[in-house]
């Protein structure tokens, strides 16, 4: 992997995590986590409630701060100011910037009750990025037909399924032409049939080979879309490889418990 800053965009990883720690007080959440997601690559986290999955998502967007180690988006690492607890980065516009090159979609849609569904997958491009309307309107209908609501452009959430106010969320995330998504336990609040719907949008963008990271519970999905397989424990990788290894011949015992209960 070369440092060499003329070649980060084409030879970094999108994402770049190295022995990243997280404590909330004196609970220790991450212990010393370290991976990456190549361009054009899923990576999914998967392992037990409490494991540190979707602590570990929200530090790459620097939703949370983390303590130590180090971040890098394209190859550009995070600045930071202050050490442990206090450390916060140091420059809030490169926050900004890799926010929003790093759509998030979370378990709980979180679009905006007040806004039709075309008005919640338009607004941030024209407000965060200061695009025109009616370009990124066309944009986010485009987007809508892509998750298979092109005809609930008009409606409000409310009038949505939650599968269908998930794939708007998702299309939301699209609109705002992401070098990656990161997905948050994108399924687990919807009931079975209404995970499918959500299920093969993610795994059409998979097929695109968008840069994505999956937070999930669902093993299923992530050994259908992924590249690569993080097993998280207390904190900790305890065990990572490509879908066929880790669920196919699992080495820990750790792992071999976590999906003998999963896929029960």
Same mark, same amino acid.
């Given at each position: ?117 075309? /008005?919640? !997958? ?8 200061? =695009?025109? @309307? ?7 209908? &485009? ?52 995970? /499918?719907? !959500? ?8 097929? =695109?080979? @968008? ?7 669902? &093993? ?45």
């Amino acid at each position: 992997m070369t440092n060499d800053n003329s070649a980060r965009t084409t030879d970094s990883p999108v994402i770049r995590i190295q022995g990243l720690h997280k404590s909330y007080g004196a609970v220790e959440v991450l212990k010393g986590v370290s991976m990456a997601a190549p361009r054009g690559h899923v990576v999914s986290l998967i392992g037990s409630s409490g494991s540190g999955k979707s602590t570990l998502l929200r530090c790459c967007n620097l939703l949370e701060n983390s303590q130590a180690g180090d971040i890098a988006f394209e190859g550009e690492p995070v600045r930071w100011k202050g050490q442990g607890a206090s450390r916060v980065p140091a420059d809030r516009a490169q926050v900004l910037r890799f926010r929003t090159n790093l759509s998030m979609v979370f378990q709980q849609f979180n679009l905006w009750s007040h806004m039709t569904v075309l /008005q919640n !997958v338009s607004e941030a491009p024209v407000t965060v990025l200061g =695009e025109d @309307r009616a370009v990124v309107e066309e944009r986010a209908r &485009m987007l809508l037909d892509k998750v298979g609501i092109g005809d609930k452009a008009g409606a409000w959430p409310s009038q949505l399924s939650g599968g269908q106010q998930q794939r708007a969320a998702i299309a939301r995330a699209l609109c705002m032409q992401p070098k990656a998504l990161l997905f948050d336990e994108p399924t687990s609040a919807l009931d079975p049939e209404l995970q /499918q719907e !959500v299920v093969r949008v993610i795994k059409d963008l998979a097929s =695109e080979h @968008r840069t994505m990271i999956i937070v999930t519970h669902d &093993m299923r999905l992530a050994a259908d879309v992924s590249d690569h397989v993080v097993f998280l424990h207390q904190g900790l990788i305890a065990e990572e490889g490509p879908p066929a290894q880790l669920f196919g011949a699992p080495k820990t015992d750790r792992l071999r418990q976590f999906l003998s209960a999963s896929m029960h």
